[in-house]
Nanobody
Framework: QVQLVESGGALVQAGGSLRLSCAAS????????MGWYRQAPGKQRELVAR???????YYADSVKGRFTISRDNAKNTVILQMLSLKSEDTGVYYC??????????WGQGTQVTVAS
């Protein structure tokens, strides 16, 4: 059974930082691209950052230069380091495991609230 468990969400002041973690189990982690998505109230879920199996990364324009995604295949973990947080970064952050073929998997989400 595949499980993705996010942690690290919190209430933080604007300009602050947070480190989100996603621990994966039940899958061959190194074979999955890993993405962080977020969903703000009343908005659609959007891709924030992705790290492929090769280690190459993608960032949404809104977070470039502030967020860093990394992975540790030995620990089956993907990290999202978030700096210089803004109120518009508020939302539920979800981890997703994305294979080249077949089903993807979602975590349950972790709440990030940035107070201005």
């Amino acid at each position: 059974q595949v499980q993705l468990v996010e942690s690290g969400g919190a209430l933080v002041q604007a300009g602050g930082s947070l480190r989100l973690s996603c621990a994966a189990s039940g899958l061959t982690f190194s074979r999955y691209h890993m993405g962080w998505y977020r969903q703000a109230p009343g908005k659609q879920r959007e891709l924030v950052a992705r790290i492929r199996t090769s280690g190459s990364t993608y960032y949404a324009d809104s977070v470039k230069g502030r967020f860093t995604i990394s992975r540790d295949n030995a620990k089956n973990t993907v990290i999202l380091q978030m700096l210089s947080l803004k109120s518009e970064d508020t939302g539920v952050y979800y981890c997703r495991a994305e294979p080249n073929y077949g089903s993807s998997y979602w975590g349950q989400g972790t709440q990030v609230t940035v107070a201005s």
